[in-house]
C-alpha cells in the first residue's frame, strides 16, 4: 500500500496550490483520509479530514475557509485545494489514510510528504 503526495511548491502569499494524494494497493472508499502538515521545529498538526463518501469534510481553524478537501474514490486520490495561502502555511503537507479524526496516530497509512513553501 502506497500514498503519494504531491503538488506543493514554491508560492507567493494570496496564491493558491492543489495538493493531490494518489493510493495503490487498496481502495481507501470506505476510509477516512486526511492532510496534516509539519512546519520546521513544530509538531505535525491538522489540516483537514474527509470521510469515505466525500460527504463529510472537517477543517482546521487555522485554514477553514481557505482550504477544501476533496476526493475522487473512482481515482483513488484525495485532494486538497488550498486558496489565499499564508506564510504560516509553510510546511510539508502530509496525507494519511485509514483513521477519522485529528489526531495524527489514528491513521495507518502515510505519504511521503510534499513541501509547501510561501513567500511574502
Known amino acids: 500500500v502506497q500514498l503519494q503526495a504531491s503538488g506543493g511548491g514554491l508560492v507567493q502569499a494570496g496564491g493558491s496550490l492543489r495538493l493531490s494524494c494518489a493510493a495503490s494497493g487498496r481502495t481507501f472508499s470506505n476510509s477516512g483520509m486526511a492532510w496534516f502538515r509539519q512546519a520546521p521545529g513544530k509538531d505535525r498538526e491538522f489540516v483537514a479530514i474527509i470521510n469515505g463518501s466525500g460527504s463529510g469534510t472537517y477543517y482546521a481553524d487555522s485554514v477553514k475557509g481557505r482550504f477544501t478537501i476533496s476526493r475522487d474514490n473512482a481515482k483513488n486520490t484525495m485532494y486538497l485545494q488550498m486558496n489565499d495561502l499564508k506564510t504560516e502555511d509553510t510546511a510539508v503537507y502530509y496525507c494519511?489514510?485509514?483513521?477519522?479524526?485529528?489526531?495524527?496516530?489514528?491513521?495507518?497509512?502515510w505519504g511521503q510528504g510534499t513541501q509547501v513553501t510561501v513567500s511574502s
Open positions: 494519511a489514510a485509514a483513521g477519522r479524526g485529528p489526531r495524527y496516530n489514528d491513521y495507518d497509512y
